[in-house]
């Protein structure tokens, strides 16, 4: 299983960037894959996910309203589209996949990761 995220970069605060996540090695039906991101010093953190084969996402608090996943079957690809940037949402984001359903939060318990890509947000 192979999981690639990139899109990252650097951004003033207020504005957006897209994370993309392409996946191969498996079929992802009925599997979850998520966006967690790192800032220095800090731990690994829940952004949202999604369950493959369905229509659900859920969202960090800290995230609803700006972030949006989504994902397109036939390119294998998951979306991260975040809106509205602040300078918090610095750090290095990895997209990472589980066959647990619901979504878990908990970045222990995910089977694979991409590697991640860096966001900065200016202020």
């Known amino acids: 299983v192979q999981l690639q995220a990139c899109g990252g970069g650097l951004v003033q605060a207020g504005g957006s960037l897209r994370l993309s996540c392409a996946a191969s090695?498996?079929?992802?039906?009925?599997?979850?894959m998520g966006w967690f991101r790192q800032a220095p010093g800090k731990e690994r953190e829940f952004v949202g996910a999604?369950?493959?084969?369905?229509?659900?996402?859920y969202y960090a608090e800290s995230v609803k309203g700006r972030f949006t996943i989504f994902r397109d079957s036939a390119k294998n690809t998951m979306y991260l589209q975040m809106n509205s940037l602040k300078p918090e949402d610095t750090g290095v984001y990895y997209c990472?996949?589980?066959?647990?359903?619901?979504?878990?939060?908990?970045?222990?318990?995910?089977?694979?990761w991409g590697k991640g890509t860096q966001v900065t947000v200016s202020s």
């Open positions: 090695g498996l079929t992802f039906s009925g599997w979850t």
């Open positions: 990472a996949a589980d066959d647990r359903i619901p979504p878990p939060t908990d970045w222990r318990v995910y089977d694979y």
């Open positions: 999604l369950i493959w084969s369905g229509v659900s996402t």
